[in-house]
């Protein structure tokens, strides 16, 4: 039988294999010279201040609301079309959460929606603290225009750019948090590079990077400086200063995700050239394929294409449904946050946010990662036809 082909895979070299053999031969399994090193490579790659590397990004966007003091009585407002992680970040900080429809060409944050959102927001004096915007399948959200808001109404950005890293937005990295206080990202194995599980979060403000490493690890400190009882100390001692986690990346992760980090422009790369054969594959059928916008690079984690079906996902079930039974790995991303059990029990219902619950009922996920093989793809793309 066919192996199925996978919507996203990691590709492990023997360089990445090496890599974290040589940690495994070392004294350091977990908080050993390779995680600052690893940091300091991301925030080279990406021109920002700080990197702090956690186990997940999921940890790292907990890590960035509490360093951005997001608390009881706060709002954070992010899109319904992303994993739940970018919600449930401020719900692990006990914040109001609520949401923001989408753009129906980018698929990314609405502007004009957020703007009228927190002009309404404003008169009732329901600001949100924190905004998440989300980079969807690679795309850069237009950060330069939530940054001119986000002054205008006093709010704190944090880009969730787990799909993202690699992507530019007018010749500017995204994750160097020129229009943003901290950005995220995932090295999940279905990303652009992986380090087995981990995130990121780059930033350009010194304290929001100090607290984000007290925070990580248990809220203690071992740097003398810091402590808060005066006097001299013995080499052993340390001081918890607040109620942190155990959020760390250990050093096996972040050998692998150093290695990785070499080949992230040659990732980038050829998911695009991927991406640019299924655009011209599909452009007669009656899909709506994504569409990179003017001044942005994007990363392609995610190839994903709606179908035209005026709100009815039964047609998106058997597309889904028969890709699969052929061998392709189809899936859907996402299922609007908002909808999920957890958060209509928190009062969001249907109808709420209309493009965000349409390209859910649309949206298809084809395979798209570097491994993709120039038959694999023609694959995918005959059965796609047959189906249309």
Known sequence: ??????????????????????????????????????????????????????????????????????????????????????????????????????????????????????????????????????????????????????????????????????????????????WSHVTIFSFHPVKIMTSGEGGIAMTNDDAVADQMKLLRSHGITRESARFSRSGTHSEWYYEQQSLGYNYRMTDLQAALGLSQLSRVDSYVRRRNELARVYDVALADMPLQLPKVQAGNQSSFHLYVVRVHCDQDSAKQRVVYETLRRNGIGANVHYMPVHLQPYYRNLGFSDGQFPEAEKHGKSAITLPLYPGLTAEQQTSVINVLEAIM
Not at 15 to 26: E, G, Q
Not at 80 to 91: E, K, L, Q, Y
């Open 1 to 178: 039988m066919t192996a199925m082909i996978p919507y996203g895979r990691q590709e492990i070299t023997q360089d990445d294999i090496d890599a974290v053999v040589k940690v495994l031969r070392s004294d350091f399994l977990t908080q050993g010279p390779v995680v600052p090193q690893f940091e300091a490579a991301v925030a080279k790659k990406v021109k920002a201040r700080c990197a702090v590397s956690a186990n997940s990004a999921t940890s790292a966007l907990h890590l960035a609301c509490l360093a951005l003091q997001l608390g009881k009585g706060d709002r954070l407002w992010t899109v319904p079309n992303t994993f739940v992680a970018s919600a449930n970040c401020g719900r692990y900080c006990d914040a109001e959460v609520d949401f923001v429809d989408i753009d129906p060409v980018s698929w990314n944050l609405s502007i004009p929606k957020l703007q009228d959102k927190l002009l309404l927001a404003r008169k009732n004096s329901c600001l949100p603290k924190i905004v998440v915007p989300v980079h969807f399948a690679g795309q850069p959200v237009e950060q330069e225009a939530i940054w001119e808001l986000s002054q205008e109404f006093g709010f704190k950005v944090l880009e969730d750019a787990s799909h993202a890293i690699g992507a530019t937005r007018h010749g500017e990295s995204v994750g160097s948090c020129r």
